[in-house]
């Protein structure tokens, strides 16, 4: 088992900026990819940005290319998630998730590679 516990959600304004934390325990930190996942009121649970185990690799969805970075501590075995220049339609609950790999340098992007979510931190952006 792997427990993930998100932390620095909160409300900003348009333009402002956030640091998301996931912080895991249980297994090896370094064995598994991390994921970030946001879902707004009514809608699906959407990818945004993944990390490889290394941390050599990573993935954006499109909608936050530029603006986002994902990035992990092993020897802290934390996930963090830097969000820059927030817009109101990134306004969602964001969950991080952690899945196997075997390789070092393979970056999940679905939601059934993920088989560890944390219970989300909510992100509300004002315009």
């Known amino acids: 088992q792997v427990q993930l516990v998100e932390s620095g959600g909160g409300s900003v304004q348009a333009g402002g900026s956030l640091r998301l934390s996931c912080a895991a325990s249980?297994?090896?930190?370094?064995?598994?990819?991390m994921g970030w996942f946001r879902q707004a009121p009514g809608k699906d649970r959407d990818f945004v940005a993944a990390?490889?185990?290394?941390?050599?690799?990573?993935y954006y969805s499109d909608s936050v290319k530029g603006r986002f970075t994902i990035s992990r501590d092993n020897a802290k075995n934390t996930a963090y998630f830097q969000m820059n220049s927030l817009k109101p339609e990134d306004t969602a609950a964001y969950y991080c998730?952690?899945?196997?790999?075997?390789?070092?340098?393979?970056?999940?992007?679905?939601?059934?590679?993920?088989?560890?979510w944390g219970q989300g931190t909510q992100v509300t952006v004002s315009s």
């Open positions: 998730a952690a899945g196997y790999t075997f390789s070092g340098s393979y970056v999940p992007r679905l939601r059934h590679e993920y088989r560890y």
């Open positions: 249980g297994r090896t930190f370094s064995d598994y990819a």
């Open positions: 990390i490889s185990r290394s941390g050599d690799s990573t």
